[in-house]
Nanobody, 126 residues
């Protein structure tokens, strides 16, 4: 069992940066693939980025490529999402999720993930 807690959200002006953290409790977190998802107001939740257990592979949605970076520190049981050059359309609730299924793969589908955090709000003003 893994419990996930996101932090680092907030209000930022367009062009600014934020760094989200996803802290996990429980052992063997390094054996999980972790993904970041976001849900804009009135829209569905979608994948933003994902990282495999050993950080050997990463995935980014086209909308964030070149601006966001996902990373992990397994010694700290934490996965990060560095968000630069933020745009108003990045406004959303951001969730992290984890799965032990095939942790060498970057999973992009929500049903692939077994554990979810409560979310953190990111608001980008124009």
């Amino acid at each position: 069992q893994v419990q996930l807690v996101e932090s680092g959200g907030g209000l930022v002006q367009a062009g600014g940066s934020l760094k989200l953290s996803c802290a996990a409790s429980g052992r063997a977190f390094s054996s999980y693939t972790v993904g970041w998802f976001r849900q804009p107001p009135g829209k569905e939740r979608d994948i933003v980025a994902a990282i495999t257990w050993g950080a050997g592979s990463t995935y980014y949605d086209d909308s964030v490529k070149g601006r966001f970076t996902i990373s992990r520190d397994n010694a700290k049981n934490t996965v990060y999402l560095q968000m630069n050059s933020l745009k108003p359309e990045d406004t959303a609730v951001y969730y992290c999720a984890a799965t032990r299924v095939e942790p060498w793969r970057v999973h992009t589908a929500q049903p692939s993930y077994d554990y979810w955090g409560q979310g953190t709000q990111v608001t980008v003003s124009s």
